[in-house]
């Protein structure tokens, strides 16, 4: 792991609960001690580690919020064409009237 992307890596550990890219043994491969962020409350304790990687966690968390923001837009989509219909409907019935 490089010395810049550390914080960046510990943060992403604490925030999603994961350890690692893959997994925990990313770490003890490469030669290295397993962070504090790893561990749930940062207690140090083996019944605490994330077992899971931070990789999957992001993929999760994207899938996530694309489906949410998909969602949205849609809905945003929707009220956007009932509005249309709306003001067409309006603009022939006032245009009927003169």
Known sequence: ???????????????????GKINYNDYTNAGMLIPMSCYRDYTMMPADLYQTG?????????????????????????????????AVALGVIYQLDY
Do not use: P, R
Not at 1 to 19: I, R
């Open 1 to 19: 792991m490089k010395e810049g992307s550390d914080v960046t890596m510990h943060l992403y550990q604490s925030t999603l609960e994961c350890c």
């Open 54 to 86: 931070c990789l999957a966690e992001l993929t999760d968390s994207y899938n996530t919020s694309y489906k949410h923001m998909y969602s949205g837009s849609l809905i945003i989509f929707i009220i956007e064409a009932v509005s249309l219909a709306f």
